[in-house]
């Protein structure tokens, strides 16, 4: 079962359903105000909040991304030298 849990883990399959999820909302968010016939500043805040909550959130997940990839190759490098 641990075998499993890993490579569920290593797949990122939560992270990538998230942020993916977090996409689609925005997008939505964006269609509903372009086809709000007179929209308010109240509904043009709300479209701006949502947007830059996802550029942040796109941001932060393209450096954990990045970074996973590094942390990946030191430990795989860790245990090629403990196992001279």
Do not use: C, I, Y
């Amino acid at each position: 079962m641990t075998g499993v849990m890993e490579r569920v883990l290593a797949w990122k399959l939560l992270p990538r359903l998230m942020m993916l999820m977090m996409s689609v909302s925005a997008w939505r968010v964006v269609e509903w105000f372009m086809t709000l016939p007179d929209p308010t500043s109240q509904q043009a805040a709300l479209v701006s909040v949502v947007t830059g909550a996802m550029t942040g959130a796109f941001a932060v997940w393209m450096n954990h991304e990045g970074n996973a990839h590094q942390t990946q190759a030191k430990r795989l490098h860790r245990k090629e030298d403990n196992a001279k």
